[in-house]
């Protein structure tokens, strides 16, 4: 098996050329059409594999790719000729995914066509191939445009890879991305599109890693939301998508909270300002989204349409303008360089070889990750003790850090895997408190929301729905729930050791 490490990146067809013609290097220009198969049921591409054969100047050949191999951008490679249009058995049964497919036929489920056009480039002792694919996806008829540049390293460390990256994001517009081919194939063969719905893949996890071997495996799977959740967002708007980019912004946050003996550092610390920003820029967007989808329409099937009409238009016209901001924010080369500069930091960051953090780096991550999860539970707990007596503002931050507390049990969770129904029940309680602390927040904001869209709107008609629809709101009876998911909270068992 061979093991590679590259970066992907998303090119807009018409920067292929000044892309090109800054990758100074040996080159060569290749046509490759290549089939992937799998079972009836996808069983490759459930067991996280993908199966082609590609016809190509060195002749026919089989290969099969793991999903991850040690890391978001290193893959399992198992590579031989053949001689036959479809997989051979016989070469696929020396492969980890011969006791997947377990005798079962295998038949085409997609196709690419690209032009591969390779430069060779060559910074001191560092060898990086350079590829940029050009083409399409083919499946059941439909078809998806390919237009891709790889980074592959050959030789030398990963820094100068990063290196490299950002370079070229500096002269045009790079868009990390961490969907291969065969996922968009598989999407467009399913009956979707080539950008494949959102979903949060655990990281996988083991009781005997170190911290800084458990920092990656999860900051690979937070990495791999946040690519995914733009990509998504910037290819399908809507509020589900605000949502998700949101929630992988916060994740990606929290980590770098949890892991703060190793994340302390100035790097670190510019990528939560730089998370934060690219959150906030959505903020507006979803604020709006749950306004409109929980207070306007309920109220539209029940109040006379003449009295919301104007608040309406008012509100829509404020989401059409949040969604221009949200699609300025990731167009822009700031929420570019910041999904490289998260995954340089992962990879090739200086808390994973500076001496003096070694001793943290190399502690057993089950002890560190118990030490996170009781020391934020127990200030939780002891802050959330009198809900009712605490400002308002305080209790919004009381849900932030329940929110950072979830995310934190929900990611280390695969090193505690004796108990899964502690697991559970733990988020369960946690989510239950934050969400009752959400709904105190709701109460004291939306009134605040509504008004500063009826004066923008200048409509007195708008204001006055404004009002009305937010006039509204046992506030007694949302504490006394909050207080009682406070108090499950923390009965709650925890599933690290006490």
């Not at 920067?15 to 079972?39: I, K, N, P, Q, W």
């Not at 590579?79 to 058995?89: K, L, Q, R, T, W």
């Not at 570019?336 to 990879?347: D, G, K, N, S, T």
């Not at 190399?362 to 400002?391: C, G, M, N, W, Y």
Request: hydrophobic share 45%; net charge negative; with cysteine.
């Amino acid at each position: 098996m061979d093991r590679e490490i590259e970066l992907k990146f998303l090119i807009a067809p018409e920067a292929v050329e000044d892309a090109l013609a800054l990758l100074d290097g040996e080159g060569a220009l290749r046509l490759l059409d290549a089939t992937y198969f799998d079972t009836a049921d996808h069983a490759l591409r459930r067991g996280g594999f993908g199966l082609r054969v590609r016809d190509g100047e060195d002749g026919r050949k089989q290969t099969l790719k793991s999903a991850s191999a040690g890391g978001i951008f290193a893959r399992g490679e198992w590579e031989s000729p053949i001689v036959g249009p479809g997989p051979d058995a016989e070469t696929l049964a020396g492969t980890p995914a011969a006791a997947i497919v377990d005798g079962a036929a295998l038949r085409p489920v997609f196709t690419t066509c690209v032009e591969r056009t390779v430069r060779l480039i060559r910074r001191g002792d560092t060898v990086i191939e350079a590829v940029v694919d050009r083409g399409e996806l083919i499946a059941e008829g439909r078809r998806a445009t390919v237009c891709e540049l790889e980074l592959e390293l050959k030789a030398g460390g990963a820094v100068a890879l990063f290196d490299l990256a950002r370079d070229l994001a500096q002269r045009v517009p790079l868009r990390l991305s961490l969907v291969s081919k065969a996922e968009r194939g598989y999407g467009l063969a399913l009956g979707g599109d080539a950008t494949p719905a959102i979903r949060r893949a655990p990281a996988q996890l083991d009781p005997a890693m170190t911290v800084g071997e458990a920092l990656q495996a999860v900051g690979r799977a937070a990495l791999s939301q946040l690519c995914a959740s733009a990509e998504t967002l910037r290819d399908r708007p809507g509020p589900e998508g605000v949502h998700q980019l949101r929630v992988a912004c916060r994740r990606m946050r929290a980590l770098l909270k949890a892991f703060k003996p190793l994340s302390g550092g100035a790097e670190a610390q510019g990528l939560g300002r730089e998370l934060k920003w690219l959150a906030g820029e959505l903020d507006a967007a979803r604020d709006l989204d749950v306004f409109l989808a929980e207070v306007w329409r309920p109220a539209v099937k029940t109040q006379q349409a003449d009295e919301t009409a104007a608040f309406g238009r008012a509100l829509l016209a404020a989401q059409a303008n949040a969604y221009l901001r949200m699609e300025a924010a990731l167009e822009s080369y700031r929420a570019r360089l910041l999904l490289l500069e998260v995954a340089a930091w992962l990879e090739a960051g200086t808390w994973a070889t500076d001496p003096g953090l070694a001793a943290v780096r190399d502690q057993s991550a089950p002890l560190f990750a118990a030490a996170v999860l009781e020391h934020r539970r127990h200030a939780i707990v002891k802050t959330s003790a009198h809900l009712d007596r605490l400002d308002p503002e305080i209790r919004h931050q009381l849900r932030l850090k329940g929110k950072t507390l979830r995310y934190a049990a929900e990611d280390l969770a695969g090193l505690f895997p004796d108990h899964p129904k502690r697991v559970a029940g733990f988020i369960e309680a946690t989510k239950a408190l934050q969400d009752s602390l959400g709904r105190l927040n709701d109460l004291r904001v939306q009134p605040d929301l509504a008004r500063e869209v009826a004066l923008a709107s200048g409509d007195p008609e708008a204001a006055f729905a404004a009002g009305r629809l937010t006039a509204h709101g046992d506030e007694a009876a949302l504490m006394r729930d909050a207080q009682k998911a406070r108090d499950a909270f923390a009965d709650a068992k925890v599933f690290w050791p006490a």
